[in-house]
């Protein structure tokens, strides 16, 4: 008996021990996976801002497409331009005045120098853009949410748009209680609800929902 009492108090304490083990590590291992997913994910949403920015300066308005997003950076170019001050006589205020000179009218003039392609510009030359709308997770079969429109604010339409994947697709495989409490964080040293996303529909706004640590970290 003595040695059965042994041999179950050898079992609690290792089941102990595990469980303790678990609950300091278990938040250890969820953190340390989810940060290198959460920097993944962030750089692909960085590559789609860029692109939607770039739309909304050449085009006039985002797009909640991806061919045409994708497309878009295939083709679009920025305009070089330069700027340069003039000034000229403003003869009907001279005449005005009974003078030849006196008065002159400035202006500021753009001058088209040339035009870059917008996948060069923002791409280097790489070629990611194109899969831009995978989440690049490992064994996870998901492209972001897109979506484009407008929004009425002080009697204004603004063009909007928001990208964005679930907390629960990027870190689908790992702790499910951990999961629930990453979903409703809520602190500026996070990402702050169920969603990691760039962009608003309901505001104007471009930015994304992550702390400025990643944007250190992703160059």
Known sequence: MKLVIQIVLWIVIVFLGWKLWSSIMGPVEFNKVKEIRYTKVIKSLKDIQAA???????????????????????????????????SYADVEKNKAFGITEGYYIERSL???????????????????????????IEGVNAKFELEAGTITR?????????????????????????????????????VNGPYIKVGSMDEVNTTGNWPKIYDTVIK
């Open 154 to 190: 002080n009697d204004a339409d603004y063009s909007v748009f928001e990208a964005r994947v679930s907390k629960d697709v990027v870190l689908h495989d790992l702790d499910k209680d951990l999961l629930i409490q990453e979903k409703q964080v809520q602190s500026v040293d996070g």
């Open 52 to 86: 939607e920015l770039a739309h909304k300066e050449i085009t006039g308005s985002f797009t909640g497409d991806w061919d045409s997003l994708i497309n878009f950076v295939d083709t679009a170019k920025f305009a070089r331009t330069q700027r340069r001050d003039t």
């Open 110 to 136: 753009i001058d088209t120098l040339g035009f870059t392609p917008v996948k060069d510009s923002l791409f280097r030359g790489s070629d990611r853009y194109k899969t831009m709308m995978n989440v690049p």
